[in-house]
């Protein structure tokens, strides 16, 4: 795949004691490619493309690539331009605005730095029934930081509710709408029944960034990528996919990939990225002390909530029809808000199949009553870099559909 060649190029720069210089995605286009299932012709796509930006998916894929590299993308099979310009739409994405304190925080996108900063003024604000909290270190040695809430009862008195947030580095709208919940969980707490009741109901846990490592990576260098920074000694690559490390159901066949340079690459050993060790210690602390009743794993984009399991696409969850009666609630909530219409359905027959998720993980492992990933906006039109025009919109609809999920848990 190209993106290796860039790594390795990026890798021998390093060496060299340069800088490495930020990915320039000016001509580059998006192109959906329509496979027809066909394995063979996916091998040879993925080596002409920058990126696959929905890994999993074999009806069709939709790919980064190089304006060098168009013509053998189409020869290869029927495609769509879905992005005539990549660099041109991340542009639109607006930069970075300076930290302000305010809703107006979901107005932009922001540093890695600012996000902590915003963190630690929102939990100030709430000493007494809030506190930051740890989940672990990245590979480059970050704090996986996120917030805890509680309401009456006090601290950890609660069955939790788990939320994780840009888990794929480039998921940039999943970090903002997981302090869109934070935020209002704590700012309407005093004047809002309805939060009142969620805030009594549960104990938080909330991590906007598990992934702070490659976020950082996609702000200084490659604005695409999508896995940890971890290296493996058979391989120039770089990067497990976080969301296929989990340790249950690592090693069933055909949801994650054992090549280095993959998008999806499972890692080595089951759990072994430093990322996922936290967040397990962080699911098994929770599970034996108040249980889990709902996990969310956000990410985007393609608008679905899915629930387990992700590595069998025949076999259901004991509570199948609950999982499908909170989603099917949360997306006319979501509808209700903006028209933003959602796909619902158990993750593997639904979108595709994955292993060493985090949804079966919680699911059986962290015994979580209710597990469910969101794909947020959009549908593949901005993709990651979703306008910042469209932060506020997507934060707001996708609180209603969550406040609607925190209601029927
Ligand atoms: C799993 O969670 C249920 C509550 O949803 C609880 O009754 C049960 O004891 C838990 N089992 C384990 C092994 O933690
Ligand atoms: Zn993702």
Redesign the pocket.
């Known amino acids: 795949m190209k993106s290796a060649l860039v790594s390795s190029l990026l890798f021998a720069l390093a060496l060299a004691g340069a800088v490495p210089k930020k990915v320039d995605y000016n001509g580059f286009k998006v192109l959906r490619v329509n496979l027809n299932e066909k394995l063979d012709k996916l091998e040879a796509l993925e080596k002409l493309a920058t990126h696959v930006l929905n890994p999993g998916k074999a009806s069709f894929v939709d790919v980064v690539v190089a304006p060098e590299n168009v013509d053998a993308v189409n020869a290869l099979s029927a495609a769509t331009v879905i992005t005539e310009d990549v660099g041109a739409a991340l542009k639109e994405e607006g930069g970075f605005s300076a930290y302000a304190g305010s809703e107006t925080w979901f107005t932009a996108y922001h540093s890695y730095a600012d996000h902590l900063q915003f963190l630690r003024d929102l939990q100030a604000g709430y000493t007494s029934n809030s506190a930051i909290i740890t989940a672990g270190t990245s590979v480059e040695g970050r704090t996986l930081t996120g917030i805890q809430i509680w309401g009456t009862g006090g601290r950890g008195s609660k069955p939790a509710v788990l939320i994780h947030g840009n888990v794929h580095a480039r998921e940039w709208i999943t970090s903002k709408t997981v302090e869109y919940i934070a935020w209002q969980l704590l700012t309407k707490y005093s004047t809002d029944a309805t939060v009142k009741s969620l805030v009594d109901k549960f104990d938080f846990y909330i991590v906007p960034i598990v992934n702070p490592d490659g976020f950082v990576y996609t702000q200084r260098t490659d604005r695409l990528w999508r896995k940890n920074r971890q290296t493996v000694s058979s391989s120039r690559c770089v990067g497990r996919d976080i969301n296929r490390n989990w340790p249950y159901k690592w090693d069933a066949p055909g949801g994650a990939s054992t090549d280095p340079c993959s998008e999806t690459y499972k890692g080595v050993a089951a759990g072994d990225a430093p990322e996922n060790k936290g967040l397990v210690a962080q699911v098994q602390q929770l599970?034996a002390s108040r249980?889990i009743r709902l996990y969310l794993d956000i990410h985007s984009y393609g608008q679905y909530i899915l629930w387990p399991y992700g590595y069998d696409c025949n076999l259901r969850a004991e509570n199948d029809a609950q999982h499908r009666n909170l989603a099917t609630r949360a997306a006319s909530a979501i509808r209700a808000v903006s028209g933003t219409a959602y796909t619902i359905g158990p993750s593997c027959s639904t979108l595709y199949a994955t292993t060493g998720s985090s949804t079966d993980y919680t699911d059986v492992t962290g015994?979580s009553?209710y597990s469910y990933t969101y794909e947020l906006r959009d549908t593949g039109k901005y993709g990651f870099s979703l306008p910042a025009n469209q932060i506020q919109p997507t934060v707001r609809e996708t609180w209603a559909g969550i406040v609607s999920m925190l209601k029927d848990a």
Request: charged share 25%.
């Open positions: 599970k249980g015994n009553t």
